[in-house]
């Protein structure tokens, strides 16, 4: 490559592709941006980058162009549909980076439309980011990219450019395998975040201080990424508009969801996930935080918690009611990311090493999700019977903190979930084996 940095094209300035495109322009590229907002492209300017009045003219000149709109829909409009669209200014050979999280039919369905359309010269790159503004300005997404190896070797230093060290996930498969490495990430996200609401509405409907509560979690086994992130939004009460808007996760997870339809396979705790979520856009919490789930569970200030009064060995008993809840949940999570991802033929070590330091990340996806691993690769016999709890344990624990939450008149929806979960694999093999084996409730 010359040592001359070539121009890049980009469409979608929202929050993380803000932070995308002006990484480039903080690191000396040209970059031509597009977007529906005019504030969006003010602001563009502003930082240093060349705004264009068209989608066309976003592409025209530039051998290398990332597309991070929402949703496939806006995709679609932004490279074929689009009365100027990108596929009119890209040159010949150029590259595409579909960065925006779609499902990987639509990913795929991309490819096929530049074939259809003649432009089989365009290497397409089917490529996800996660990490949140912060990362999109510093360069230190995780990426999760599927395409040729031809593709590849063309891309790739792009890719590098906007990924963290360790953070570039090169998946095998082809177009659509970086979609769907994304989606069973997305699995644990969209799963963990109800359970930040769903733990932290039991802490207080249990009369225990928040903040406390969050210390707790964060020192124990029960500690996810989602966990410590929502919760610092949970007592700030920063839902207006906060950072990451409930419908962003609920497009995730309805992505999910609908791949698994068309897959046939179980994902029952992201179909539950979904439907809260629905009854938290129907309440009007949509463009809000999705950390504001909490009011399905508890729907005042956490501010106006009363002071505890309970004594020390009442306070750790009620703490560790959540600790249980909140451990068994990523327990499951994991449990149903592995198996899903398995069944799409997610490479099981890629997905674990991407999600245990990511979003998706969480001690109980890290202490055991090898071991479900091994469980899934059919190698191994004895698996089942390595724990830290065996069933009963996690079952009798389990069934304490539902019978605590009925008499409390407060919905649990996902703990109730996992106990079924836990008492339908301990009805098939017993209770002496460890917790590891609820990956059963997936596979045979």
């Avoid at 979904?274 to 200030?301: C, K, M, W």
């Avoid at 994991?334 to 330091?357: C, K, M, N, T, W």
Wanted: hydrophobic share 45%; net charge negative.
């Amino acid at each position: 490559m010359s040592t001359t940095k070539p121009s890049i094209g980009f469409c979608g300035l929202g929050a993380m592709g803000f932070g995308m495109a002006t990484h480039f322009v903080e690191r000396g590229y040209i970059v031509k941006g597009f977007d529906i907002s005019q504030a969006s492209l003010d602001r563009f300017e502003q930082a240093g980058g060349v705004p264009v009045a068209t989608l066309q003219e976003s592409a025209e000149g530039n051998d290398f162009y990332i597309c991070m709109v929402a949703t496939a829909q806006q995709a679609q409009s932004a490279i074929f549909d689009d009365a100027k669209p990108i596929i009119k200014g890209l040159p010949n050979g150029a590259t595409l980076l579909l960065c925006s999280t779609v499902p990987a039919t639509y990913a795929q369905s991309v490819a096929q439309q530049l074939q259809q359309l003649g432009r089989s010269d365009i290497s397409l790159i089917d490529c996800p980011v996660s990490g949140g503004a912060a990362r999109a300005v510093n360069g230190t997404l995780t990426i999760m990219a599927g395409a040729s190896p031809e593709a590849i070797a063309k891309g790739q230093w792009l890719l590098k450019e906007m990924s963290g060290e360790n953070k570039l996930f090169i998946v095998d498969g082809g177009i659509g395998q970086g979609s769907n490495m994304k989606m069973v990430h997305q699995v644990l996200a969209a799963i963990h975040i109800l359970a930040a609401s769903e733990g932290m509405g039991l802490a207080v409907k249990l009369g225990l201080d928040p903040r406390i509560v969050v210390e707790r979690v964060n020192g124990s086994a029960a500690w996810s990424w989602m966990w410590e992130n929502r919760t610092t939004r949970m007592l700030n009460e920063d839902y207006y508009p906060g950072v990451s808007a409930l419908t962003i996760i609920l497009k995730d997870v309805c992505i999910v969801t609908s791949q698994a339809r068309a897959t046939t396979f179980p994902v029952p705790l992201s179909s539950l996930a979904e439907q809260v979520y629905f009854s938290a856009l129907n309440q009007g919490y949509g463009p809000h935080d999705d950390a504001g789930v909490l009011r399905i569970y508890h729907n005042t200030s956490l501010s106006q918690t009363p002071q505890s009064w309970l004594s020390e060995d009442e306070v750790n008993k009620r703490t560790n009611l959540v600790i249980t809840l909140l451990t068994n949940i990523h327990l499951l999570a994991a449990a149903e990311a592995l198996s899903f991802a398995r069944h799409l033929g997610i490479p099981l070590d890629q997905l674990y090493g991407l999600a245990v330091d990511a979003a998706g990340g969480s001690h109980s996806l890290r202490d055991v999700g090898k071991l479900m691993i091994r469980g899934l690769s059919g190698n191994e016999k004895n698996w089942m019977g390595v724990c830290t709890h065996n069933l009963d344990t996690v079952v009798t624990d389990l069934a304490e903190v539902v019978g605590a939450a009925q008499d409390l008149k407060m919905p649990l929806f996902l703990g109730n979930a996992v106990l079924g979960a836990f008492l339908g694999v301990r009805m098939r093999f017993g209770g002496d084996i460890g917790e590891a084996a609820v990956l059963k409730a997936y596979v045979q």
